[in-house]
């Protein structure tokens, strides 16, 4: 039995593992996993349940497709904002905050702030949507409702960049066209006014905090001024030019008329040495720059006259009145000239005194006048700092003037870099489209439809494949026995019995006695009554004989179509008659039958009893000394509690499962109720034209044995 068990699970596994083992979806404990999904298995669920999935998808359909044109009418409008990186340069001083440029960083930031709740609620504000009756919120309280209409707002409203450019979408949905495009364009607007706002803001805030540090600096430049005019004022001090002081221009000055003058002295003094030491008979030898025109006229006409008389003197003689007269003049003329000698030096000796006296006046002035700088030292240092603090104050103040001023210049002109590139106009369309909501509907459906086929096979709990029976404990399929009409209602004969033959060889094959081998107990079980116990017991006893075994078929259930109760198992087990007193041959079939009977036994006397005591397994050891085939017709494994006990003196159990009817809960419940080591399982009552939807192969098999039969 255990080889059956090993070839049947392997060949059962080979054939049903391919179909319907990877598609999963009973709910029967399952023994083994897989990892992938088999195509076949796929196409036979589409198969079995292609009506139902195509009915299920065109209702879901029509329902979703109904109730996506009231739930989607909504008008879509998109308006595209464009970041422009170019710099455009105006005047040579820019504002305070400089254009975004090309930072993508920058521009994803600027799409994050737009997406937040303060600009939203500055549309809200804009707009008056918290009295729009499409976007207003619920609430009591202003502020509250003002918060519900940000809020739907935001679901309302995209804002987002467009892959890596500079382009920026603002895109509303509503179930207006109009109102979409007024609230794309509104938003777009007020992301391009922000953003300039931001600019021009800064550039007015920075002049107003300018000026009024301006205000601040003037007071101080004042201050300053005034103190180092103060000084100065007090101090005398008068700027001469030139980074010089009036008293240090005068001291210059007065150095310099005391070089001069000492150098006048100097030369008055060199005169009146050098006439002095010459005298008045100096004559010729008198330096050039000592000569005088009217000397030099004297000493002229003496020389005319000596020469005059010299001549005179030679022709006339010495004491001619004409030399004498001659004489006399020259006599007249060096008085003259030693007159006009003293004179000279009279004059030299007098400007020698003055210069002498100029250059003592300007030594004393200078004396004073450096005196007087040597006092004023202090304070001019002192003057010094006022002046370089009023100074630096000053450029200060200058700088922030020019800066102030550059500012009124350049606000308004500066070209934007945003703008809005494309408004938003109001859609024709609703979005999405009816198209798009058909297919998206048709998706919905089919997956609807696929979703209940599936929900609807997880509910099936009837075993219908062998790998299901394979997972219930190991449980090993010997075969599938078709759909032959009613169980017969009286004792079987040849006119009564169906004819199993073609279907019961594979199975019989696994259940006969070996050649010259020990006899074997067959169980026959099931779940409940009615899945074709009985019938298939009687197909076995009767194949088995034809193929010269020697077979006993034991009735151990109270058939139904028995009335009245014949001698048979029961009153052999409660008397402990001869076995061979309830044994009839089955001539049609060439076994021999032993009947439930109970005609002897009181009705006080348990079943159960009977059937679980050591004349049941006394019984059993006798036939097998007689028969090679003991087949026990034994009673449901959930009706009745001795099959248990018939169970344990089997030597092989054949459980019927009767296909799309017995539930996996319940033979999981009988097998584990008869607690047994081996099983083979045969599925019972088998519609072969609906199994092709499960296990196409197993159905190809059972058409051609019936065809061939």
């Known amino acids: 039995m255990t080889n059956l068990r090993a070839t049947k699970n392997s060949q059962s596994t080979d054939r049903a593992g391919a179909s319907d083992g990877v598609l999963d979806l009973w709910r029967e404990p399952s023994r083994r996993a897989y990892a992938i999904i088999d195509p076949g298995a796929v196409w036979l669920f589409l198969r079995r349940n292609a009506l139902r999935i195509l009915t299920a998808s065109a209702i879901a359909s029509a329902v979703l497709f109904g109730a996506s044109i009231f739930i989607f009418k909504k008008y879509t409008a998109t308006a595209i904002v464009m970041v422009d990186p170019r710099s455009a340069r105006v005047t040579k001083s820019g504002g305070v905050i400089s254009n975004i440029g090309g930072d993508a960083i920058a521009i994803e930031s600027l799409v994050q702030v737009a997406k937040g709740e303060g600009f939203l609620a500055e549309l809200v504000d804009a707009l008056d949507l918290t009295k729009d009756p499409y976007f207003g919120g619920k609430g009591d309280e202003p502020e509250a409702k003002r918060l519900s209409t940000v809020e739907k707002l935001a679901s309302k409203l995209a804002i987002a960049r467009r892959g890596t450019t500079y382009v920026i979408d603002v895109t509303a949905v509503t179930n207006s066209a109009e109102a979409s495009a007024r609230l794309a364009n509104a938003a777009a607007k007020q992301l391009v006014v922000d953003q300039n706002d931001l600019r021009t803001g800064a550039s007015s805030k920075t002049a107003q905090e300018i000026e009024a540090r301006l205000t601040e600096l003037r007071g101080r430049v004042n201050r300053a001024e005034e103190a180092a005019a103060e000084l100065k004022a007090r101090l005398k001090v008068t700027d ?62 003496y020389a005319r006259l000596s020469s005059q008389s010299a001549d005179q003197a030679t022709v006339l003689g010495p004491r001619h009145p004409e030399v004498l007269r001659l004489n ?25 005194l003055e210069a002498q006296e100029r250059e003592a006046d300007l030594s004393r002035q200078l004396k004073a006048a ?58 024709t369309k609703t979005s999405p489209s009816r198209i798009l909501l058909a297919i998206g509907s048709a998706v919905l459906g089919l997956i609807a439809g696929l979703a209940y086929a599936i929900a609807r096979e997880w509910r099936q709990t009837t075993l219908r494949t062998a790998s299901q029976a394979e997972r219930l404990g190991g449980a090993g399929v010997l075969g599938f026995l078709p759909l032959m009409g009613a169980a017969p209602a009286q004792e079987p004969s040849d006119d009564t019995l169906p004819n199993l033959t073609p279907w019961l060889a594979e199975i019989c094959a696994d259940l006969a006695p070996d050649a010259g081998g020990e006899s074997v107990t067959l169980l026959i079980s099931s779940t409940r009554r009615g899945e074709g116990r009985s019938t298939i017991a009687a197909n076995i006893a009767v194949y088995l004989a034809q193929g010269g075994d020697r077979v006993l078929l034991i009735e151990a259930d109270k058939s139904d179509h028995v009335q009245k109760p014949g001698f048979g198992l029961l009153d052999i087990l409660d008397s402990g008659e001869n076995l061979r007193s309830a044994l009839v041959d089955q001539a049609f079939g060439g076994y021999t039958f032993l009947p439930y009977g109970g005609r002897t036994v009181a009705r006080e006397s348990s079943i159960g009893g009977l059937m679980s005591g050591l004349t049941l397994r006394a019984t059993l050891n006798l036939a097998r000394r007689w028969f090679d085939v003991i087949v026990i017709d034994g009673p449901p494994a959930l009706e009745a509690p001795h099959a248990r006990f018939l169970a344990a003196q089997a030597d092989r159990t054949v459980f019927l499962v009767e296909w799309d009817k017995t539930s996996a809960a319940e033979v999981d419940a009988a097998l584990e109720r008869l607690d047994l080591n081996e099983v083979a399982v045969v599925y019972n009552k088998v519609d072969a034209k609906r199994l092709r939807l499960y296990d196409p192969e197993q159905s190809q098999q059972m058409t051609d044995l019936a065809t061939a039969a």
């Not at 040495?273 to 720059?289: F, I, M, V």
């Not at 006599?331 to 020698?352: G, H, V």
């Not at 001023?405 to 106009?425: F, H, M, N």
């Open 370 to 427: 450096q005196t007087e700088s040597g006092e004023l030292g202090p304070q001019m240092v002192k003057l010094g700092e006022l002046e370089r603090e009023a100074k630096a104050e000053r450029d200060v103040y200058e700088e922030l003037l020019n800066r102030q001023r550059e500012l009124a210049q350049v606000k308004g002109l500066e070209p934007s870099d945003i703008r809005i590139v494309s408004p938003a106009t109001p859609p």
């Open 240 to 301: 001469a030019g030139q980074g010089y002081t009036l008293l240090e221009r005068r001291i210059a000055e007065l150095n310099q008329q005391l070089v001069l003058a000492g150098a006048g002295a100097a030369e008055a003094r060199a005169r009146f040495e050098t006439l002095k030491k010459l005298g008045p008979n100096a004559g010729e030898s008198l330096p050039q720059s000592l000569q005088s025109p009217v000397l030099a006229t004297l000493r002229g006409d």
């Open 328 to 352: 006399a003049q020259m006599a007249d003329l060096r008085r003259q000239i030693s007159a006009e000698f003293t004179r000279m030096i009279a004059s030299a000796k007098t400007a020698f």
